[in-house]
């Protein structure tokens, strides 16, 4: 385990005020919350929106929208549970998670003041993705298995500047081992990212440069088929 005993969210009382607010309407644990949190809020020094797909009850979502305010927030959902579900994920076989609702979410983002989040209902990104406008400076993945997490990241990517962000939930995660595969083959293969894993259960990736011009003409990378 871990050695550090530096906790800057015990200090943080925005980041707290935030946290009490939303704990019970998340699954994510406070550790991956904070690093939420500073993600959104370093997120507004690159251009583009925060989108999340995969927003459960919302509690991850109005995180993020308090912490960048001053950004269009998507949050992006079936509310019927998971979708996609393959080969590749050994415990989901789809519409898990589905114990939640638009209108819940609504009462969430709205008993917390938020009015910079935007609610997507609908398979992403087949039918709400249009609904996104410019470029996304970070992209919060909890979709939970291999092919949402897929087309979710194909997706973004061209919408990408140099500094956005990428964070998937669940990576390491027994049962969500379609997602730590999905990550394992973009690190791999995905040129201009830099991968950070803080043993939290979170994978991020944060590009680092613009794809040189003969990778942007051509085949998509294997992963992203």
């Known amino acids: 385990m871990p050695a550090a005993t530096y906790s800057p969210w015990l200090n943080d009382a925005a980041f707290l005020a935030a946290y009490q607010r939303i704990k019970r309407f998340t699954l994510v644990d406070i550790y991956r919350c904070y690093e939420l949190w500073e993600l959104a809020k370093q997120a507004l020094r690159v251009e583009g ?6 927003v459960w009850r919302g509690g991850t979502g ?20 998971v979708v996609n579900a393959g080969e590749q994920d050994t415990r989901y076989a789809g519409g898990e998670h589905a114990d939640t609702s638009e209108e819940l979410v609504r009462g969430l983002l709205d008993s917390a003041g938020v009015k910079n989040a935007r609610l997507l209902k609908g398979m992403f990104p087949e039918e709400t993705a249009a609904m996104v406008e410019g470029r996304v400076a970070m992209l919060h993945v909890d979709v939970d298995v291999y092919e949402s997490a897929r087309a979710t990241v194909e997706w973004a990517l061209p919408r990408m500047l140099p500094g956005a962000a990428m964070v998937f939930d669940d990576y390491g995660f027994f049962e969500c081992e379609g997602v730590t595969r999905l ?5 791999e293969r995905l040129a201009g990212f830099a991968f950070f894993y803080n043993l939290n259960g979170h ?5 680092t440069a613009e794809a040189r011009p003969e990778m942007q003409s051509g085949p998509r990378p294997a992963v992203l088929r």
């Open 49 to 54: 929106a925060v989108v999340e797909v995969g």
């Open 62 to 81: 109005c995180l993020l929208a308090l912490a960048a305010s001053e950004k269009t927030v998507y949050l992006a959902d079936t509310f019927a549970g």
């Open 183 to 187: 990550v394992n083959e973009l690190r």
């Open 203 to 207: 994978a991020v990736m944060v590009k």
